[in-house]
């Protein structure tokens, strides 16, 4: 697994997705999914030019930021409980799992007591499906406007995980559901939404056709997993 080929195959194929779309490729971001991975080869995607990690766990993330260089950028992009709101807070630049109005109070409250503003994006379910967290669109139509009254978060747009499928063509419709979604929470808001967190190894091609600005990258850049080999934060922390 050569991390700088898999790089340059992936940037290669974001200018041609941005091509397509007939956007600039400065307009989509890689956010390197680093679930698994031990500090070093963090480190290494560092220094290709990755500027943005994503972490899914609080645990794994507590274990590893503070074993990585600090100019990294983190994001939270698994489901959140409310007893990890106060760490997640803390260790990460943005979260982008928001996924129920109680779980957005509770980051308000720990911002609050943080004196931080915490930018988050808003979790869609867009189908519904029962093993995904995330709003339906209209429980995020619902609770858009109590969500943001909370002072201390600031929300910076929509994320979703598309359903699993080998044929990322079958997920467009979905992309497409989120950008519009996007665009309607942008009218109740009166302001812009710059984010749209989707596409994942799989499917990033066509999430960029439809919007995307953040794409999730895991097994792209650092290959796949061999999940016994998985860096443990309980190792590092014993
Ligand atoms: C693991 C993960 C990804 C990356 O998935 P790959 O298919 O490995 O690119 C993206 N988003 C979330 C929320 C994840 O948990």
Known sequence: MDLAANMKALETRIQAACGRAHRDKASVQILAVTKGQPPERIQAAAE??????????????????????????????????????????????????????????????????????????????????????GFSPEELLAHLPAINTLRKIEIHGLMTIAPWTAEPEKVRPVFRQLRELKEQCEGILGAPLPQLSMGMSGDFEVAIEEGATLVRIGTGLFGTRDRAKDFKPDSVLS
Do not use: P, Y
């Open 48 to 133: 290709l030019g990755l500027l943005v990690f994503g972490e899914n766990r609080i645990q794994e993330a507590k274990a590893k930021i503070g074993r990585c260089a600090s100019k990294l950028r983190w994001h939270m992009i698994g489901h959140l409980q409310s007893n990890k709101c106060r760490d997640a807070v803390h260790f990460f630049e943005m979260i982008q799992s928001v996924d129920s109005l109680a779980i957005a109070q509770e980051i308000n409250k720990s911002a609050e007591n943080a004196a931080k503003t915490m930018a988050v994006l808003l979790e869609v379910n867009v189908v519904g499906e029962a093993s995904k967290f």
